[in-house]
């Protein structure tokens, strides 16, 4: 899909995220580090999570007062293994990084640790998270909740969020296993791309409407979510003869582990509207799981099973028409090479977005595109 | 769909199956513990992984000395919250419930525990082992790898086993949430229900055949699997436009989680064929994890929230049509109470093989239908 696209270097762009966020009010180091988890999402080619949302998301939930810049994270309990986490509506980043580090220590001591979350806000790709503790010789699991915008099987109401679950392991190869999906078919995010690329629909089976018939209009789906008109479908479709509820009982997982264990927000909750009905506080709530590999084997023997299962499925027969086969983070890391040469690409609409957030917080930034 | 049965109370079954583990060899108590494990499925309505297996999957296995009557639970490597286990081909209900059982034993000491099995057998519904975690007010989780089914996307080829990934948290329901599914569309055991039924053709989506197409000719497809000639598809469907590399990602976590941290086999090494061409020693490998919730929140509390999810997804609105919504693990708690009133359903080719057994073990059970 070709778009008109002007690029910029992956680190001028987080050094450009970083500044805005540091202006927005959030801390230097916060600042930094959420600049550098929203463009792991750009370096891997998942524009939908990275600096493009880094107004919509971010910024202007900062400036309407429903997001703090400034993170309080306390942690409500601490023990054994275990910490509950009131992000008090902080920067999701700052709020499960934090979370992810106190499971990796507890996993350091008791060989498993875990940390809930809840009154976050967004954290940006879940994958960020995981692969920090496959960096240090851990699987990371982690998964949260979100704004209502997936139907439960049999039903055509938006309910459950894409809630995301993510998986990974530590490899040979130059790059880890990982694992970050939405447990519907495809992401928010994804329809806005085809909208931004002015395609007029999307492939049947993503969403469904109000009748129960597959919606593919571009255009007004991802306005007709938060007004119950449309719904995204589980992983494995609508109803139940291909899975649907498989993908449903996936989304239903990572939903309760998202706010059960820590007396958090869930569902329509979630969906966090004033009485005025603007947009109020989220309160995301997020779950995260570390295991230290030592505890089990060594690292080198756990990598050199995850590489040899890798090795395996890539060699298995190819269906026609298709010639390689890929392994859960192999495509990401493909991207990851490509996009650090080229640049990350900004469109039309990211580019004036860009300009605005030069201007408006006073950044002073050579931007390698002009104004248009 | 109708089939012909005739019903046997699933106490008196379950009475038949500990009998008959008992003359295969396998200890009282032990007998006892899988009996139950086994017609837990057929209680539910599992019927794919309840007394109908009972001579293919274990009592035939044994006869054959590919799996051990006398289990040796032996825990190779127990530190903190965590455990590794080889099961020497024992008895997999025997392995998987003592493995459950340790991380349940750590959980309760350090929130959360985890354990992993090597060289095991089949060891029943997954489900099970959850479900005995969130009957005692916490989380359970649990895997298993299998014998190659499973084609990864892109490829037309068995390489994954179904793989199903269960998840059992309590609520205040009169059933816990408890999803527990293969990570396939479809598991075989579906595709033997409809051969039995003497169906011609199982729906679209299931299977794909070496062609890359789609296969739904029911009674070569079991056959042709293990063949290479068949493959079951991940959930999410064949390639990535409706998330098949989603069903393939989580398939591929089951795997790696049933095998790293252990050192167990995996992918095409546990279809065990001895050097011969006859199958060898099955050696499954799974994983438990137990999340103690008194260490986030009351159990009350958890149970109460978990229930609310449940409400609200159960009052959204119906797509046109469906006249319910359910949560995971509904569907079979309303199924086990009919089958508590029925009894367990026997078809023909059931009936024949629990009388073979019956005659076999020398177990003297009048059984309920006539030998045909």
Known sequence: MAEDVIYMPCAEAERFARAAFFKAGVPEKEAQLCAKILIAADRRGV???GIGRITGH????IKNGIQQ???????????????VIDGHHGMGMVIADAAMRHAMKCAREHGIGIAVVRNSTHFGIAGYYTELAAANDMI?????????????????ENMLGTNPL?????????????????????????IELYERLGKSSIPSGWVIGEDGEYRTDVSRINADIPLHKAAL??????GEERGGHKGYGMAMIVELMSCALQQGTFLSALSHPTPEGKPGLPKTGHFFIAIDINFFTTPAEFRRTVSAVNAELRAARKAPGCDRIYTPGEKAYLRSLEIEKTGI????????????????????????????
Chains 1, 2 share one sequence.
């Open 69 to 83: 810049a400034v993170t309080n994270v306390e942690f409500v309990r601490k023990a054994g293994a275990t910490c």
């Open 345 to 372: 690409g900004f469109s039309a609409a990211h580019r004036k977005m860009m300009h605005r957030v030069n201007r408006e917080y006073d950044l002073g930034f050579e931007l390698p595109f002009p104004e248009e």
């Open 233 to 238: 479908v589980p992983v494995g479709g609508v």
């Open 58 to 61: 971010y910024l202007d939930r």
């Open 140 to 156: 990371g699991i982690c998964g949260t909740n979100a704004r209502p915008a997936v139907a439960p099987t049999f039903s055509t």
């Open 47 to 49: 524009s939908s999570h």
């Open 166 to 190: 993510a998986w990974a392991m530590p490899s040979d190869d130059p790059f880890p296993f990982s694992f970050d999906g939405a447990t519907c078919v495809a992401p928010q995010g994804k």
